[in-house]
Structures are given as structure tokens and as C-alpha cells.
């Protein structure tokens, strides 16, 4: 079986990164862990993305050079991983030789295939972006369509890239493949814009005496490549695909690219189109998210209102924030960020059902057997089993579609019976009356469905998972691979030891 490749975008270095960016790599771990735990073998990249002139104009801001500010930024990104637990195989700099090496190779390929010339451009340039746009879209936007800045209008000779020889080929591949890009709603507003308008070819140089970041142009040492054709080709450069075609031959295509709407079309037109031209396969799947905003605004560098998620760790913890990323809103559309839904969400659903079922059954085994919980055999109380089928046979189904709260929904659906299970047996009353027997099946019954649920619960919050394994006394290692094979009921022995409180309540004035 071939792995499973999953990317994100390379992030841009002009700044640290912020909730936005955490966003993105939370939901492509989550994924990543999901396919590990089912038994895949995973290769997941991301990086940063570290040419063009804003990166240029954000080092001389801070009186650095150039070089050793990337260093330090690409630093700062690859430490919020590390704390997000964020479990990626390769991180890919565009400033590396062996990416600037396929940039060069491919540019000569796509040259001599006939797909690159040169000829005069004019257009309307936005800096912050990197972007150009067509005059109908500055003028609809009244400025840049993405950042709403004043755009410029530049005209030089530039290298251009045949966009529009493969625009009627890429309307077909969409419309052949429905399920190229998701969600269904980018999908037909990735068709309807190709129906809608004629692709003007793809400017892919910049000449060194405007922009000097950059890798050199192979073709003409005048100029350097278009920091967006240089960073798209990271997909294929950190798979390998110049220096071990082995491992490019098991990676390639993508399973799927993540990324959020605002650069759907760098990845949906531009990326496929270059993909054609070097006669390599399509990905399977380009997932475009939304944005997460505060009010009416998306959180950005450019509109200056980032939350950080450092800061954030600091008070909910790296799996509420996990948490609440992944249940809040559904992967494809819009999320409000506010304090006030952090706290809903993680002091509902972490603290009073999550958190407070596995200490209140931790601290009953404890308090009646000891710790030691054991059953020769098996009762599944009634009530468990429709939660426990609906999770066998469609939590997969879930998390391959990148329904994420969809998959949460059902594991909480469990919990809570769980808890119910709790207040309707009244253990207190069994414990008093002395119906041992039917007190430890209880609660063998209830670790079992712990166990089961941390399972479940390890791509979105590892470390939560983890944690209650070890209050099991079960080694993780049953999360190393194929565990979902392995989450039916089954008898056994628990020897339990609590800990503290899974999810402390998180008071109001901690946003102060
Ligand atoms: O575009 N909500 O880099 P970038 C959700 N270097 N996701 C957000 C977000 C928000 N408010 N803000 C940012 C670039 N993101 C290029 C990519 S890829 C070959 C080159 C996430 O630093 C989201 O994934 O501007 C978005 O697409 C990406 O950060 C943009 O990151």
C-alpha cells in the first residue's frame, strides 16, 4: 500500500505565526494521526515559505539580514509544532538547495516542453499578497481582491507560464472529478470561475533589480522565480521527486492538500495546470477550510488582529485548544473566535463530561476495589451498543471525509450515555447494598468505554489520550498502528490510578 501524503501550505516567515496557521496544521494532524491509528503509513509535510519581497521588506524592518531572519522565523513555526503536537515527517524550507534544485529542473522542463516565453507584462500588482490580479478584479474589489490594499501597476518583460493552453483541460478533469476539490461549495466556485473567465497566463518571473529574494531564474540570470511558482513545487520537491524517486514513486500524488479559501485558486488552477505540464498525476484531494475571524474580519497578519496561540496554550492547554479548533466549526466553513465559546465548549464538554467521567470512574475503582477492576465475563450494557456500532462503522467513514465534528459528535454522544449510565445505576446504592458483583461489572463496563473513547479521541487530543491510558494502566503502544482494528469490548483486567482532573474548569477572568 502506498503511503498516505498529506501537506499544508508553506507559511509565509514576514511574521510568527498565529491561530490561523495552528488552524491548519491541527486539522492536517489530526488527519495524519487518524490514518496512523488506522493502520497507514504517513508522510505529512509542512514548512515555510521564505522568498519574495515581503519576507525581504519584514527583515530590513526588523534590521536583520535577510538569511538569518528566515532562520530564525522558520524557528519560531517549527517550535509552535513542537508544543501543538504536531507530528510531521518533513519540514520543507523553500530556501533549501534540494527545493531551489526542482524549482530550477522544473522551469527547464516546462521551457522545453514549450510552456514557458517571454513577453512584456502590465498589470496590477498587490505587494503584501504577492499577488496580480486582472483589472475587472482590482476594480470589483475597489483594491486587492484578498487584503483590500492599493494595488500597483507594474510593466516589465517577464517570463510567463501558458495558464490558458490547459484551462478547457482542467474544466474537464473538475468536472470528471467531482470530488478534486472539497468542499463541494470551493468545487463549483472553482468550476464557475473557469466557466466564467479566460485564464490570462501565469507572470513566473521578477526581475532582480525589483526583487532581488528569490531563487534565480534559470533560464535568464536577470531575473528571479515567482515566489508562488517556486513555493507550489515544494508539494513535489519534499516528496523527493529529484533526489529519491523511490520515495516520490511511493509518496506521489497527494492524498490530499489542506489549506484555507484564500489560496484555493493558487492551488486549484494554478497548482493542477503545473502538475499537467510535468506530466505528473493529479492529487486526489484539495481541501480548501475556512477562515477563522473575529467578528466580520479574518484573523490576519495584514488586518493586525492575530491571536496567538502561544498565549493561548498558556491558559486552556495545547488539547483544548486542539479541542476546540476541531469541534467548534465544521472543517469548511467560517469559525467565530471568541472567549466566551472557548469556555462553553472546553468547560462542557471537556471538564463536566469528558474530564469528570474518567475521574468519578477512576475514583470508584479506586475507592471499591482498590484500582483493580476485573471481569471473566463480558456484559455490554444495552444502552452502549447502539454508540458503540454508530462509532465502529462510521467514525472511518467520518475522518476520511474530514468531518471531524461530525466524528466528535458521535464519541460525545457515547460519553454522555456514559455519564448517564453513572446517574442512573447509582453506584453508591450497589456499593451500600453490597451487590459487588454487579458494582464491579459496572464499572468494568464504563473503563472499557474509557479505554474505547480515548482511542478514538487520540487524533484530536494525543496527549488527553494518552493520559488516560496511563490512569488505565494500559501502555500507549496500543496507539502505535492499526489500533481502531482493536476497539470492541472485551474482558480483561484494569489496574487504575487516578490522577488530577483531566481539564481544570477555566474561569471567565482567565481572558483578562
Ligand atoms: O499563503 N483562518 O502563506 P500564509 C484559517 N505562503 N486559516 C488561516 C487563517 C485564518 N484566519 N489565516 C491563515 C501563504 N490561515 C503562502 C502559501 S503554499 C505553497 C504557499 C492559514 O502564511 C491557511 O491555511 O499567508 C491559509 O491558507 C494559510 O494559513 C496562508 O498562510
Redesign the pocket.
Same mark, same amino acid.
Given at each position: 500500500m502506498s503511503d498516505f501524503y498529506l501537506t499544508?501550505?508553506?507559511?509565509?516567515? &514576514?511574521?510568527s505565526?498565529?491561530?490561523?496557521?495552528a488552524?491548519?496544521n491541527v486539522i492536517s494532524d489530526c488527519m495524519a494521526r487518524f490514518r496512523r491509528l488506522n493502520g497507514e503509513s504517513v508522510f505529512f509535510l509542512t514548512g515555510?515559505?521564505e522568498h519574495g519581497e515581503k519576507i525581504k521588506k519584514a527583515a530590513e524592518d526588523c534590521n536583520e539580514d535577510v538569511e538569518k531572519f528566515v532562520e530564525e522565523k522558520a524557528q519560531t513555526f517549527k517550535s509552535l509544532w513542537k508544543q501543538l503536537n504536531i507530528s510531521y515527517d518533513f519540514f520543507i524550507r523553500t530556501t533549501e538547495k534540494s527545493h531551489v534544485d526542482v524549482v530550477s529542473k522544473v522551469i527547464k522542463t516546462v521551457y522545453d516542453k514549450g510552456d514557458i516565453y517571454k513577453s512584456k507584462y502590465r498589470g496590477f500588482y498587490c505587494l503584501p499578497?504577492?499577488s496580480f490580479w486582472t483589472e475587472s478584479q482590482v476594480k470589483e474589489a475597489a483594491g486587492c481582491p484578498d487584503c483590500k490594499r492599493d494595488v500597483e501597476i507594474i510593466e516589465e518583460d517577464n517570463y510567463f507560464f501558458k495558464l490558458s493552453k490547459y484551462q478547457e483541460w482542467l474544466l474537464e478533469y473538475l468536472k470528471n472529478n467531482p470530488g478534486f476539490v472539497k468542499p463541494k461549495t470551493r468545487y463549483n466556485e472553482v468550476v464557475s470561475f473557469l466557466e466564467r473567465n479566460t485564464l490570462e497566463d501565469l507572470c513566473i518571473s521578477r526581475p532582480k533589480k525589483r526583487l532581488g529574494w528569490g531563487i534565480d531564474f534559470p533560464l535568464d540570470n536577470n531575473y528571479v522565480v515567482y515566489?508562488?511558482f517556486d513555493?507550489?513545487? &515544494?508539494?513535489i520537491s519534499g516528496a523527493g521527486y529529484l533526489s529519491d524517486s523511490d520515495k516520490f514513486n511511493s509518496l506521489w500524488p497527494v492524498d490530499i492538500h489542506?489549506?484555507?479559501?484564500?489560496?484555493l485558486r493558487?492551488?486549484a488552477i494554478f497548482?493542477p495546470i503545473m502538475l499537467k505540464a510535468l506530466e505528473l498525476e493529479m492529487p486526489r484531494v484539495i481541501f480548501?477550510?475556512?477562515?477563522?475571524?473575529i467578528g466580520e474580519d479574518?484573523?490576519?497578519?495584514s488586518r493586525g488582529n492575530i491571536v496567538n496561540p502561544l498565549e493561548l496554550i498558556k491558559t486552556i492547554g495545547v488539547d483544548g485548544l486542539r479541542y476546540f479548533l476541531l469541534r467548534e466549526v465544521p472543517v469548511g466553513v467560517?469559525?467565530n473566535f471568541s472567549w466566551s465559546a472557548i469556555i462553553n465548549r472546553l468547560n462542557s464538554d471537556l471538564a463536566n463530561d469528558l474530564g469528570n467521567l474518567v475521574y468519578r470512574t477512576l475514583n470508584m475503582a479506586e475507592k471499591y476495589f482498590k484500582g483493580v477492576v476485573q471481569v471473566k465475563e463480558l456484559h455490554i450494557p444495552e444502552r452502549f451498543k447502539p454508540h458503540l456500532d454508530c462509532l465502529q462503522n462510521d467514525y472511518a467513514a467520518s475522518m476520511e471525509e474530514v468531518d471531524f465534528s461530525s466524528a466528535l459528535d458521535k464519541i460525545w454522544k457515547f460519553i454522555n450515555i456514559m455519564n448517564k449510565h453513572v446517574e442512573d445505576t447509582k453506584p453508591w446504592i450497589l456499593w451500600k447494598e453490597k451487590k459487588l458483583d454487579e458494582l464491579n461489572s459496572f464499572l468494568f463496563s464504563l473503563l472499557e468505554g474509557i479505554r474505547i473513547t480515548a482511542i478514538y479521541i487520540y487524533p484530536f487530543m494525543p496527549s488527553t489520550s494518552e493520559a488516560i491510558l496511563r490512569q488505565l494502566g494500559i501502555d500507549n503502544d496500543v496507539l502505535s498502528s492499526n489500533a481502531l482494528k482493536d476497539v470492541a469490548f472485551r474482558i480483561g483486567k484494569f489496574r487504575v490510578k487516578k490522577e488530577e482532573p483531566l481539564f481544570p474548569r477555566i474561569e471567565s477572568e482567565s481572558s483578562d
Open positions: 499544508t501550505p508553506l507559511y509565509y516567515v &514576514n511574521a505565526p498565529h491561530i490561523g496557521h488552524y491548519t515555510t515559505d499578497c504577492e515566489v508562488w513555493a507550489l513545487i &515544494n508539494y489542506f489549506m484555507a479559501k484564500d489560496i493558487h492551488h497548482w480548501a477550510h475556512g477562515w477563522w475571524k479574518k484573523i490576519s497578519k467560517d469559525g
